[in-house]
């Protein structure tokens, strides 16, 4: 249990303990105190708890495992074990290019301001549809993927820049930082999760 589920937990415990206190002892509101802690107890505390509890499961839901417990994404989650180095998501995913536990949050949030909230914000609208709708099949991205998610990490990156189709200076690079030219677009990386082949892909088994 990390610090913020603690003092989540903590917050709770306290907030139940409180209300409890004034149910069992309306009487205590009478005076000043009591109206000063029944504000505390019915106010303050479960703001703090929903603000806490949102935090944490902000952050729990930028884990891979969470992403991947949707029953629609299984087949993406295993194509980050394809044995195949030019397969782009499991090159990253493997070789721990993107952080193995937040492999899917790292490469699909979008990297401007409040990107993050905007993304969350996305998620949700994820799980009323696995819950209340009919997933699409293939499932779709809401918008075109965005070469600043490649980027943020690859831009100034030695294997990067000292690639032939990637020269700092060129037009190519120029149209690419622009979103010109698509990092996935046909004849450089629109192969990305191969979902179609996936059946008949060799997958990796990471060493236990």
């Given at each position: 249990?990390?610090?913020?589920?603690?003092?989540?937990?903590?917050?709770?415990?306290?907030?139940i303990l409180?209300?409890?206190?004034l149910?069992?002892?309306?009487?205590?509101v009478?005076n000043?105190?009591?109206?000063?802690?029944?504000f505390?107890?019915?106010?303050?505390?479960?703001?703090?708890?929903?603000?806490?509890?949102?935090?944490e499961?902000?952050e729990r839901?930028?884990?891979?495992?969470?992403?991947?417990?949707?029953?629609?994404m299984?087949?993406?989650?295993?194509s980050l074990?394809?044995?195949?180095?030019?397969?782009v998501?499991?090159?990253?995913f493997?070789?721990?290019?993107?952080?193995?536990?937040?492999?899917?949050?790292t490469?699909h949030?979008?990297?401007?301001?409040?990107?993050?909230?905007?993304?969350k914000?996305r998620?949700?609208?994820?799980?009323?549809?696995?819950?209340?709708?009919?997933?699409e099949n293939?499932?779709?991205?809401?918008?075109?993927?965005?070469?600043?998610?490649?980027?943020?990490c690859h831009e100034g990156?030695r294997?990067?820049?000292?690639?032939?189709?990637?020269?700092?200076d060129?037009d190519?690079?120029t149209?690419?930082?622009?979103?010109e030219?698509?990092?996935v677009?046909?004849?450089?990386?629109?192969?990305?999760?191969?979902?179609?082949?996936?059946?008949d892909?060799k997958l990796?088994q990471p060493?236990?």
């Amino acid at each position: 249990m990390d610090g913020t589920t603690a003092t989540l937990w903590l917050v709770v415990a306290i907030s139940i303990l409180l209300i409890a206190a004034l149910l069992a002892w309306p009487n205590i509101v009478a005076n000043r105190g009591g109206k000063l802690l029944a504000f505390v107890a019915f106010f303050i505390f479960p703001v703090a708890v929903t603000w806490l509890g949102t935090e944490e499961h902000l952050e729990r839901s930028k884990q891979t495992q969470f992403c991947l417990s949707c029953h629609v994404m299984e087949p993406y989650g295993r194509s980050l074990y394809i044995d195949d180095p030019n397969h782009v998501p499991a090159a990253h995913f493997q070789n721990h290019r993107v952080p193995a536990d937040q492999a899917c949050y790292t490469c699909h949030t979008d990297y401007v301001l409040y990107g993050q909230w905007l993304s969350k914000f996305r998620g949700m609208k994820h799980i009323y549809v696995q819950y209340f709708g009919t997933p699409e099949n293939p499932i779709h991205l809401y918008s075109p993927f965005n070469n600043r998610e490649c980027l943020h990490c690859h831009e100034g990156a030695r294997t990067f820049d000292e690639s032939a189709v990637h020269p700092a200076d060129s037009d190519a690079m120029t149209a690419i930082r622009a979103n010109e030219i698509s990092c996935v677009s046909s004849g450089c990386h629109e192969l990305v999760h191969d979902i179609a082949h996936l059946k008949d892909a060799k997958l990796w088994q990471p060493p236990k």
